[in-house]
């Protein structure tokens, strides 16, 4: 049987509106359509595929696995996930470490665990949640009615209650609301599907001492800023000179999308403390830390974690933030670039307002993968392989997509 973009259409509930190819094939920082055509990915499977497509090493570990053991779940415990779990609390100096299938279900967990806590520690009326505008923390109920985009939770019935929104880096706000009835407050490092809006350090620092004050749990979302997105394994440890060198560290860290190079995985880092407040049977999953996932996920903590391949990181970032200025030198498209390491945006002008899509279309007529966060923001988040090579063919592309977007 063969299939087409329109297929699409006739088999697949509607959520999304994907692109007119049908991808076929990876190898590296490219991806192949169906037609043949070769396409330069600066997406990642959005901000997922950290060591690119059809990586050797992922590849082997993957067969390797799965000929041994793809999955038992939970009742059972297997080498692979207590290797991983082992590393991963290791590497990041948590005690201990919860592992679910997605970001959304990370954070879920992540909610789920502050209130049990609150609730144990204070009573039910402690379990107000503190989130932030434009914030995105995933799309089951719970995740979606937390993070800062309207859009995306109404029409599902009565909300989730005890949440508050505030506006992000916003001190004052945030002193204003919390209180003795909040058990969390939650936020990402830079807030990726908002457009790329990083944490004000003197906010964080602030946020870090009210939670402290009142007893609620800060959480860091870092699934779009983990596994060496940003230049260090996890965002927070650029954290580590704030508040007078104590650093600012969260009480729980939600994780996934990188974290097994494009396995599905989620997972939560937290103390003992927390963490004993899930006892036998509070939370679980069937799939959570399946030995596939976890054999690619030492893989990528191994590779990933290693300092020459976050410095390598940083430098990519670096020089691509370089090359959208100079392309916007000539050009004037965009009102703003930021983003840290691989994480990087790109504000369309004012002249350009909410045509971040329109670009993003004609990036892929020329053979060039990209991401929007928001109408107004132009998204990259290549592989963390990416080299200098892909990175010039990468430019010279959005450079002829820019050319067309000015022309017409
Ligand atoms: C910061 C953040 N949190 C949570 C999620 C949800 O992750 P998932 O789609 O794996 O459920 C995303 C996805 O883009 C994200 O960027």
Same mark, same amino acid.
């Given at each position: 049987?063969?299939?087409?973009?329109?297929?699409?259409?006739?088999?697949?509930?509607?959520?999304?509106?994907?692109?007119?190819?049908?991808?076929?094939?990876?190898?590296?920082?490219?991806?192949?359509?169906?037609?043949?055509?070769?396409?330069?990915?600066?997406?990642?499977?959005?901000?997922?595929?950290?060591?690119?497509?059809?990586?050797?090493?992922?590849?082997?570990?993957?067969?390797?696995?799965?000929?041994?053991? =793809?999955?038992?779940?939970?009742?059972?415990?297997? $080498? #692979? !996930?207590?290797?991983?779990?082992? /590393?991963?609390? +290791?590497?990041? @100096?948590?005690?201990?470490?919860?592992?679910?299938?997605?970001?959304?279900?990370?954070?879920?967990?992540?909610?789920?665990?502050?209130?049990?806590?609150?609730?144990?520690?204070?009573?039910?009326?402690?379990?107000?949640?503190?989130?932030?505008?434009?914030?995105?923390?995933?799309?089951?109920?719970?995740?979606?009615?937390?993070?800062?985009?309207?859009?995306?939770?109404?029409?599902?019935?009565?909300?989730?209650?005890?949440?508050?929104?505030?506006?992000?880096?916003? =001190?004052?706000?945030?002193?204003?609301?919390?209180? $003795? #009835? !909040?058990?969390?407050?939650?936020? /990402?490092?830079? +807030?990726?599907? @908002?457009?790329?809006?990083?944490?004000?350090?003197?906010?964080?620092?602030?946020?870090?001492?009210?939670?402290?004050?009142?007893?609620?749990?800060?959480?860091?979302?870092?699934?779009?800023?983990?596994?060496?997105?940003?230049?260090?394994?996890?965002?927070?440890?650029?954290?580590?000179?704030?508040?007078?060198?104590?650093?600012?560290?969260?009480?729980?860290?939600?994780?996934?999308?990188?974290?097994?190079?494009?396995?599905?995985?989620?997972?939560?880092?937290?103390?003992?403390?927390?963490?004993?407040?899930?006892?036998?049977?509070?939370?679980?999953?069937?799939?959570?830390?399946?030995?596939?996932?976890?054999?690619?996920?030492?893989?990528?903590?191994?590779?990933?974690?290693?300092?020459?391949?976050?410095?390598?990181?940083?430098?990519?970032?670096?020089?691509?933030?370089?090359?959208?200025?100079?392309?916007?030198?000539?050009?004037?498209?965009?009102?703003?670039?930021?983003?840290?390491?691989?994480?990087?945006?790109?504000?369309?002008?004012?002249?350009?307002?909410?045509?971040?899509?329109?670009?993003?279309?004609?990036?892929?007529?020329?053979?060039?993968?990209?991401?929007?966060?928001?109408?107004?923001?132009?998204?990259?988040?290549?592989?963390?392989?990416?080299?200098?090579?892909?990175?010039?063919?990468?430019?010279?592309?959005?450079?002829?997509?820019?050319?067309?977007?000015?022309?017409?």
């Amino acid at each position: 049987m063969t299939v087409t973009r329109q297929t699409f259409d006739q088999v697949m509930i509607p959520c999304y509106v994907p692109q007119d190819m049908v991808l076929e094939r990876g190898e590296g920082c490219y991806l192949y359509d169906t037609e043949g055509k070769r396409y330069v990915d600066l997406s990642a499977g959005i901000a997922v595929n950290c060591l690119g497509h059809n990586h050797p090493a992922v590849v082997k570990t993957i067969s390797e696995q799965a000929q041994r053991l =793809i999955h038992v779940s939970n009742i059972f415990v297997n $080498d #692979k !996930t207590l290797t991983f779990a082992q /590393e991963l609390t +290791q590497l990041t @100096g948590f005690d201990k470490v919860f592992f679910n299938n997605s970001g959304a279900e990370a954070n879920e967990a992540a909610l789920k665990l502050a209130r049990r806590v609150a609730c144990d520690n204070y009573g039910e009326d402690k379990n107000e949640i503190i989130s932030f505008a434009h914030s995105f923390h995933g799309r089951t109920l719970f995740s979606v009615s937390v993070g800062g985009q309207p859009k995306y939770s109404s029409g599902f019935g009565p909300a989730i209650g005890g949440i508050t929104h505030l506006e992000f880096n916003n =001190i004052k706000a945030l002193e204003e609301t919390i209180s $003795d #009835k !909040t058990c969390a407050v939650i936020l /990402e490092p830079i +807030q990726g599907e @908002g457009g790329i809006l990083p944490v004000d350090p003197e906010f964080l620092v602030r946020v870090r001492q009210l939670c402290d004050q009142y007893h609620a749990l800060l959480i860091f979302d870092e699934v779009q800023t983990g596994v060496g997105r940003t230049g260090t394994f996890y965002a927070f440890e650029q954290f580590k000179d704030l508040n007078g060198g104590k650093g600012v560290r969260p009480d729980i860290l939600s994780s996934a999308k990188g974290l097994a190079a494009g396995i599905p995985i989620g997972a939560i880092l937290t103390t003992n403390e927390i963490a004993q407040h899930f006892k036998p049977g509070t939370h679980g999953s069937t799939f959570g830390g399946n030995p596939l996932a976890c054999a690619v996920g030492s893989l990528v903590l191994h590779t990933v974690g290693s300092p020459e391949f976050l410095a390598h990181v940083s430098a990519m970032g670096d020089l691509i933030r370089s090359k959208l200025s100079a392309l916007n030198d000539k050009y004037h498209c965009f009102q703003e670039i930021r983003g840290k390491g691989l994480l990087i945006g790109a504000q369309m002008s004012p002249e350009y307002q909410d045509q971040a899509g329109k670009l993003q279309k004609l990036c892929s007529k020329h053979g060039l993968l990209v991401l929007v966060a928001s109408a107004n923001v132009l998204r990259l988040t290549p592989p963390l392989i990416i080299g200098e090579t892909e990175v010039n063919e990468a430019m010279t592309l959005l450079e002829q997509a820019i050319q067309e977007l000015i022309a017409q």
